[in-house]
């Protein structure tokens, strides 16, 4: 979908785009998926990322919700998200939702790092660097998302979020800096039994503020195939497009995604991801 879900979420992957979208889950929802990053890159670099999810509703108390999120790069480098959610619908307009996320990256260790160098005259320093053996080669801290949905009418509808609202700071030294970016969401979605379409457009704060538009739609046949395509533009040189494939058999779906930079990176068969996901238990 082109990462374009805010105003659309309505299953498990609300975890991820907006947490106000699992108060649309009429029974409960796992899934699982690994993505291999920038397949193709020429220095040989292999980037995984994994995730789970869980949602479960329930008939007055709203929905509650699990997800992990892991991301590495082979032994140098790993980031990690667990975080729970809840969401509730507040009368026939309103959804409201909420994430509590504790977020963690570690550092390897290679020749580099224990052999470090002087970054003003590149001479050895004969010694690990001096970063790590200060404060560690980890760093953990907690980061909230916030979201809201209302419905215009049976087919629109519009979504808010704001993803890290508090932009904790991940550097390892109390000194540095390196804030994860809060993200401010807002998309217009179109529902109908078969498609549907969201757009949406997002800032997040890097070095400046950085502004993005992001679109996606799919179709559902009646044979339980589905397909769908997105974009997304922006600025830092941000161009990705995307397709994806679906297929439904009763409770369990399986999913297939490419997301392909056409900017930036080079050199790449993009960015594969597989999913399955699996509904069960009542409706409520």
């Known amino acids: 979908m082109g990462n374009a879900f805010t105003a659309l979420a309505d299953d498990v992957y609300s975890t991820y785009y907006n947490p106000a979208g699992l108060a649309q889950l009429h029974r409960s929802e796992f899934t699982a998926y690994y993505a291999k990053l920038y397949s193709g890159l020429t220095d040989g670099s ?5 995730f789970i999810a869980y949602g479960h509703p329930t008939a007055t108390h709203g929905t509650f919700g699990f997800s992990y999120l892991s991301l590495s ?6 980031e ?9 619908a507040v009368g026939e307009k309103w959804n409201f939702g909420g994430s509590l996320k504790l977020l963690k990256k570690s550092f390897g260790s290679d020749a580099y790092t224990q052999n470090a160098i002087n970054s003003d005259t590149g001479a050895s320093l004969g010694a690990p660097d001096p970063l790590f053996a200060k404060n560690g080669s980890s760093k953990s801290a907690e980061s909230f998302d916030v979201g809201a949905q209302y419905r215009i009418s049976k087919i629109y509808g519009l979504g808010f979020s704001i993803l890290n609202i508090n932009s904790p700071n991940m550097a390892l030294s ?18 109908t039994q078969f498609s549907s379409v969201d757009a949406e457009i997002s800032a997040r704060q890097f070095t400046s503020q950085e502004y993005r538009f992001n679109m996606g739609g799919e179709r559902w046949l009646t044979s339980g195939f589905g397909i769908r395509a997105g974009l997304g533009f922006g600025q830092r040189q941000y161009e990705i497009t995307s397709i994806g494939f679906s297929y439904r058999w009763d409770s369990l779906q399986f999913d297939y995604a490419l997301i392909y930079p056409l900017t930036g990176v080079t050199g790449t068969f993009g960015t594969n991801q597989l999913t399955m996901t699996f509904r069960f238990g009542r409706k409520n």
């Open 73 to 78: 790069l082979a032994d140098l480098y790993s």
């Open 80 to 88: 990690s998200t667990f975080a729970v959610h809840y969401a509730k």
């Open 46 to 50: 292999s980037i995984g990322r994994n």
């Open 174 to 191: 109390p000194s540095d800096t390196d804030k994860v970016a809060a993200v401010y969401a807002a998309g217009l979605a179109r529902r």
